[in-house]
Structure formats: C-alpha cells, structure tokens
C-alpha cells in the first residue's frame, strides 16, 4: 500500500475538499425560520385553493348526457363508442364556443370516425344509439384512435346505453 503524497498540490485540496464534505455531513447546517408561521396557508403553500369535485362512474342514456355540454360553466361530457368521458378540463375544445362544442353531452362516435363536426353526424337523443355499422374499417380504426386518446387525457366517468336502459 502506498502512502498519499500530500506536498503534491492536487492531493492537499482534494483531501481538504473530501474532509469538509464530511464535515458537512457530519455537521449539517440547520437553520431556523426567523419568524414561527401561525396560519396553514403559509406555511403549506403546496395545499390546493379547493378540493376537486368528485366523479363518480355512472351510466348515462343520451336523455341524462345532454345537460352536461359545459354550458354555464358546467362539466363537460362526451361519448365514444358506449364510454362516457369527462373532457371539462378540455373546455377551450369541447366547451360552448371551441371546435368540438357540438359533441358535448352527446355521443360523438360517428362524428369522431368520420372526423366531421357537422351536426348531421350526432344521433337524434330521442333515437336509439347508433350501431355504426356502416362504418369502414378505417373509420373504426380513426374512433378506437380517438378512444386511445381521450382514455390517456380524459376521466372515463361513465357508459353510454340505451334510453329506456336506466
């Protein structure tokens, strides 16, 4: 073994640098706050102004889907393919005024493989879902895309049945 030359320069500092790490771990430095904080608020600054409305997971027909189509600041709800999705954080899209805003509260499985926003593509709510059987194979491949990507954004907060279901 052989001994560490501490006249070389390099090995003085990286002995003295070792030796105050140690120090430091050793010796930690703790301060004090200067003043004892009295209120939550600021002392937990992390906490959230409110806590987030709850979602419960329920089963929607297009009747009862209809109110929630972000008017007034409500949440926002659209179904694809029988899965009801919570896109209220999406509202500049799905809200009122954005591009989508005519899928809220509505099933927007046609619409959504077809990739139109018409109107002409939402099922009447007074009619029975829409099967999509005439949809082409690249049609149900752009919905289960859009289903993919509304599953990795979005809540699933409910299922989509018939009208005399419930």
């Not at 560490?4 to 120090?23: C, E, K, R, W």
């Not at 009747?63 to 999705?85: C, M, N, W």
Request: with cysteine; charged share 20%; glycine share 8%.
């Amino acid at each position: 073994m052989t001994a560490i030359d501490l006249g070389a320069p390099v090995n003085t500092v990286l002995l003295l640098l070792i030796l105050y790490q140690i120090q430091r771990l050793v010796f930690p430095s703790v301060k004090s706050p200067s003043e004892t904080p009295n209120d939550f608020h600021t002392s937990y600054s992390w906490m959230p102004k409110a806590h987030p409305p709850v979602i419960l997971y329920e089963t929607y027909t297009p009747k009862t889907l209809v109110p929630f189509d972000g008017k007034d600041g409500g949440r926002i709800l659209l179904a694809i393919k029988g899965k009801v999705f919570d896109v209220t954080a999406g509202r500049n899209f799905y809200g009122p005024d954005g591009m989508y805003g005519n899928f809220a509260g509505r099933d927007a499985s046609r619409g959504m493989a077809k990739q139109s926003f018409d109107v002409e593509m939402l099922t009447p709510i007074d009619q029975a879902l829409d099967k999509l059987a005439d949809l082409t194979p690249s049609e149900i491949e752009n919905m289960n895309g859009w289903i993919d990507h509304f599953s990795a954004k979005y809540i699933v907060c409910g299922e989509l049945v018939e009208n005399d279901s419930i």
